[in-house]
Every structure is written in C-alpha cells, then in structure tokens.
C-alpha cells in the first residue's frame, strides 16, 4: 500500500488528542465525554480511539442541543 492510501485508511479514526485540537477542549474533556457515553470511542490498550462516524455523530448531537438552549433561552428573554 502507498504512503498516501495508507495515511488516508489511518485516518479512519482519531485519537483523543486530535479531538480535544480539533475541538479546542483539554485531553481531559474529551475523555470526560467518552466516559459519560456522550461519544463513542473504542478502547485499545490503555487508549481511545473515535470513529469518523462517532465523531460525527458526536458533533450533530452537540450542535442539536445548543439550538435548543438558544430556543429555550430566546423564550425566556420574552
């Protein structure tokens, strides 16, 4: 397989680190969030490891609830 393929089928899943950069969170947070059930991450070893897919789903959900405490919060301002 060729460096470029191989690098593309890695990146299948991404670690807790590059999570917690692509969400701009701590180590810590992003492992609080698997560990409560909030985002699916696979263990191997002493590591997690999330799916493209979970992260995904992960990010929907999280955008979802904000729209709905600015709904909530728009009704209180009322």
Do not use: C, P, W
């Amino acid at each position: 397989m060729s460096e470029t393929k191989k690098s593309v089928a890695m990146k299948e899943f991404f670690s807790v680190q590059e999570v917690a950069k692509l969400l701009n969170i701590s180590h810590s947070a992003v492992l609080y969030h698997v560990h409560s059930g909030k985002l699916k991450a696979q263990q191997v070893g002493k590591i997690y490891i999330i799916s493209k897919e979970d992260f995904g789903d992960f990010l929907k959900k999280h955008r979802e609830s904000k729209k709905k405490e600015k709904v909530i919060q728009t009704k209180l301002d009322l």
